[in-house]
């Protein structure tokens, strides 16, 4: 069955200090891959995404994620943290083309609290 | 350029009773999709409706149930409602004619509690 795993509950990382948020997926193919962030009470942005190519993508406010197909992982992450960084990061996969499109699927979540 | 708009934004309803979520997607977007995140959670998908049709649909009976207008909006219907309910539903817009490449576009949600 397809899955994606988020280990990380909670994080709780200082404010300038990198970040790495891990996601494991299992799908019977590549899928798409993209990470989410929830604000408290608010919809979801997306961050990135992969579909192909260069497995090292970036994405908005300064995140990137590398797409690792031998270890099923598609991890999150940013060099220096900032305050306003602190909310909920969804990593969900989709299949690739036809139908199945409207079909994502998301970890449960990793909440990442930033100290000052 | 309005990206996804939901409402209501919050609503209380009593178990047993109907309700029903608004959701238009954003410029340009012909497909909507539905999903229900519990607190805690992730969202899981509800449905997805294309050209007034359901094309796929997640795990939900059938108490759950949408349409498509021909100006791409969408209604989420649910009907007898549990206390389990309780979630965040989210509708997100998208444009199937991208096969490569599509990404869904999220809305604030609305915020559904059973008492």
């Known amino acids: 069955a397809q899955s994606v795993t988020q280990p990380d509950i909670h994080i709780t990382v200082s404010e300038g200090a990198s970040l790495e948020l891990r996601c494991n997926y299992s799908?019977?193919?590549?899928?798409?891959l993209f990470w989410y962030v929830q604000s408290p009470g608010q919809g979801l942005q997306l961050l990135l995404k992969y579909f192909s190519g260069d497995t090292l993508v970036q994405g908005i406010k300064g995140f990137e994620a590398e797409f690792k197909r031998s270890q099923s992982s598609f991890n999150l992450r940013k060099p220096s943290v900032h305050w306003s960084d602190a909310a909920e990061y969804f990593c969900a996969v989709g299949a690739r083309g036809g139908g199945s499109q409207g079909n994502l699927i998301f970890g449960k979540g990793t909440k990442l609290s930033v100290k000052p | 350029d309005a990206g996804v708009t939901q409402s209501p934004t919050h609503l209380i309803k009593t178990r047993g009773q109907q309700v029903t979520l608004r959701c238009s997607p954003k410029s340009g977007h012909d497909t909507v999709s539905w999903y229900q995140q519990a607190l805690g959670q992730g969202p899981q998908f509800i449905f997805q409706y294309y050209e007034e049709e359901e094309r796929q649909r997640g795990n939900f009976p059938d108490r759950f149930s949408g349409h498509q207008f021909p100006n791409y909006s969408s209604e989420l219907n649910v009907n007898a409602l549990l206390l389990g309910d309780s979630a965040l539903y989210l509708c997100?817009?998208?444009?199937?004619?991208?096969?490569?490449?599509?990404?869904?576009?999220f809305g604030p949600g609305t915020r559904l509690t059973v008492t």
């Open positions: 997100a817009s998208s444009l199937i004619s991208v096969l490569e490449g599509n990404e869904q576009y």
């Open positions: 799908y019977g193919a590549t899928p798409y």
